[in-house]
């Protein structure tokens, strides 16, 4: 197969996990438990399609531009495309559809549910490496943002902002980080820890 590192950049992504389906002699990658992504091997077990979800309209795009482009392999064709393994998809375009195809996944889950599987909270934390976790707060996700530094029997500005727009995290948000941001801090924080705090918030959304 000529895209060699499709394996390693897939497991990468926060939540995958892969499979081999011996039916269809099939790597599955999934996201949730949900496949996003499979290489079909044949009866050598050589790769030869490389199958992945798009938006119809964007598919229909890729499948004019590109002849080892194909609607999905023993797929839904409406949604599913397959890419030739051994094939002329620029690696860079075929890393982008691949991603593409993993957020199209991520986001068929409830918004908690998104949050859930990136083990994140809206603003990007991960509540289980935090030292108030269980003890001073639940996290973030389990008490619906209503985390130990929010305004009594209120959830935290950040998430409340985030369910409003309709976004499981910070990251589906143009102006990240905001003015909210900013104001909403840990007051056991110093100003530094609170700086670095947020830039490490940013690299686990956009990771």
């Known amino acids: ?120 909270t809206c603003c990007g934390t991960e509540c289980r490496k935090c030292s108030c976790f269980k003890t001073l707060c639940d996290g973030c996700n389990e008490s619906g943002g209503k985390v130990f530094h929010a305004p009594a029997g209120k959830p935290c500005p950040i998430y409340g902002c985030s369910q409003k727009n309709g976004f499981a995290t910070c990251a589906q948000c143009d102006q990240l980080p905001c003015s909210i941001w900013t104001a909403t801090r840990d007051p056991q924080l110093s100003d530094q820890e609170f700086e670095q705090s947020i830039e490490e918030r940013i690299r686990n959304l956009k990771a």
């Not at 199958?51 to 409406?78: A, C, H, M, T, W």
């Not at 094939?87 to 860079?92: Q, T």
């Open 1 to 120: 197969m000529k895209y060699l590192w499709l394996d390693e950049y897939l497991l990468k992504k926060t939540g995958v996990t892969k499979d081999l389906q011996p039916a269809w002699n099939w790597i599955r990658y999934h996201i949730g438990g949900k496949m996003f992504a499979a290489v079909c091997l044949d009866d050598q077990n050589r790769p030869y399609y490389i199958n992945l979800k798009l938006e119809p309209l964007e598919g229909e795009f890729f499948r004019k531009q590109y002849e080892d482009v194909i609607p999905g392999y023993y797929s839904n064709k409406l949604h599913w495309n397959s890419v030739k393994a051994d094939g002329n998809v620029p690696d860079e375009l075929l890393k982008q559809m691949l991603d593409k195809s993993y957020s199209l996944v991520l986001k068929s889950f409830s918004r908690k549910k998104q949050r859930e599987i990136l083990n994140l």
